[in-house]
C-alpha cells in the first residue's frame, strides 16, 4: 500500500465464465480473513468471510479458499456477471490487534459482454 | 437497513487548511474505524474508537486527530492539510468483533 501510482492487477473474463481471484495474505498469526468488493467511488462491500479452522466455504455464487501453509486466500466467483466488475481486496485480522483489519493489494475485476 | 453514513462526500480544500470529516455509525454499533485510501491503493487503517476510547491506532498523521462522540458518532479531524492528503478516507463500524461495514467515503482533494 505504500507504492505511489500502483497499477492495479486486472484479471478479465467473458461473462458467465468462472472468475478466481488470489491474494497472499502476511501474518501465520492472523485467524480472520475478508473479500471486499469495491466498486468505483464507494465504500468496501463485504462479500464473504473465512475463519483459519477453516479451508473452504462458500456463498451465492462465491468460494473462498484458504490455504495456511503457504498463506494464500483466493475467491472463486461463479458465473461471472458485468455486476462483478469491481476491485476485489482481501483482508486479514490478526489476533491482538483489536478487529482492525489489514487490506492486501486490489484485483481488478472487468467482465467482457 | 441504516448503513454507515460520512459527511461530505467531497471535499476540496487548499494546502494547510483544516477538514474535519464526520461518520455516523450503524444503529448499536459500538465501534468506529478510519480508512485511507490513496488512489489505485488498499485501504491503511488509520485509528479506530470502542465505546468511545481510543481502541488502536495505525498510520495516523500527528496532523490527524479523532475522536468518537458521546452518541457514537465520529470526527475526523485533519490540519496543516498536504498534497499527499488527497485520497478517500473510509469509516467503518462493528459491533464489538464482529464484522466490519464500510461508508461510502469522503473524497479529500488538497489542492
Known amino acids: 500500500g505504500e507504492s505511489v501510482g500502483l497499477h492495479l492487477p486486472t484479471l478479465s473474463v467473458q461473462e458467465g465464465d468462472n472468475s478466481i481471484i488470489n491474494c497472499a495474505y502476511s501474518?501465520?498469526?492472523?485467524?480472520?480473513f475478508i473479500w471486499y468488493k469495491q466498486e468505483s467511488g464507494k465504500g468496501p462491500q463485504f462479500i464473504i468471510d473465512?475463519?483459519?479452522?477453516?479451508d473452504k466455504r462458500q456463498g451465492q455464487r462465491v468460494t473462498v479458499l484458504l490455504n495456511k501453509t503457504v498463506k494464500h486466500l483466493s475467491l472463486q466467483i461463479a458465473a461471472t456477471q458485468p455486476g462483478d466488475s469491481a476491485v476485489y481486496f482481501c483482508?486479514?485480522?490478526?489476533?491482538?490487534?483489536?478487529?482492525?483489519?489489514?487490506f492486501g493489494t486490489g484485483t481488478q475485476l472487468k467482465v467482457e459482454l | 437497513a441504516a448503513g454507515v453514513i460520512q459527511s461530505p462526500r467531497h471535499l476540496i480544500k487548499e494546502k494547510r487548511e483544516t477538514a474535519t470529516l464526520k461518520c455516523y455509525p450503524i444503529?448499536?454499533?459500538?465501534?468506529v474505524y478510519w480508512y485511507q485510501q490513496g488512489p489505485g491503493q488498499d485501504p491503511q487503517f488509520l485509528i479506530s474508537?470502542?465505546?468511545?476510547?481510543?481502541?488502536d491506532k495505525g498510520s495516523i498523521p500527528d496532523r490527524f486527530s479523532a475522536q468518537q462522540f458521546s452518541d457514537y458518532h465520529s470526527e475526523l479531524n485533519m490540519s496543516s492539510l498536504e498534497l499527499g492528503d488527497s485520497a478517500l478516507y473510509f469509516c467503518?463500524?462493528?459491533?464489538?468483533?464482529?464484522?466490519?461495514?464500510f461508508g461510502s467515503g469522503t473524497q479529500l482533494s488538497v489542492l
Open positions: 467503518a463500524s462493528s459491533l464489538r468483533n464482529e464484522k466490519l461495514f
Open positions: 501474518n501465520s498469526a492472523s485467524d480472520y
Open positions: 473465512i475463519r483459519s479452522n477453516m
Open positions: 483482508a486479514e485480522n490478526i489476533p491482538g490487534g483489536g478487529n482492525k483489519l489489514t
Open positions: 444503529p448499536r454499533h459500538d465501534t
Open positions: 474508537f470502542y465505546e468511545k476510547m481510543q481502541s
